[in-house]
């Protein structure tokens, strides 16, 4: 995982709750961490990820709060833990 994807990650988990993050980088960090993005019509992205699927509003601005605990919630279910598997300390 490079940097970039990693910051944008670890900004999902962050406390308070970011509402700066852009969709791309978020869609892109679920590709890189293996899972599958799938624009839809209507302004809908399906996500799999871990045996894990889910449907989120497709927007082209920065992730409100509310869609960052959302991404947040279906990545902890798909098992994803920042801390643990992508420390920030970690080389590139």
């Known amino acids: 995982m490079n940097h970039k994807h990693r910051n944008t990650l670890h900004a999902l988990f962050a406390h308070p709750v970011s509402s700066n993050i852009e969709?791309?980088?978020v869609y892109a960090v679920i590709e890189d961490l293996?899972?599958?993005v799938t624009h839809?019509?209507?302004g809908h992205v399906k996500v799999k990820l871990n045996g894990h699927t889910h449907g989120f509003h497709d927007t082209q601005h920065a992730l409100s709060?509310?869609?960052?605990?959302?991404?947040r919630k279906f990545l902890d279910a798909a098992g994803i833990d920042p801390a643990r598997d992508f420390?920030?300390?970690a080389g590139v």
Request: proline fraction near 11%; charge should be negative.
């Open 23 to 25: 969709p791309r980088l």
């Open 34 to 36: 293996g899972g599958e």
């Open 87 to 89: 420390p920030l300390e």
């Open 65 to 71: 709060k509310e869609e960052v605990v959302e991404i």
């Open 40 to 42: 839809g019509g209507n």
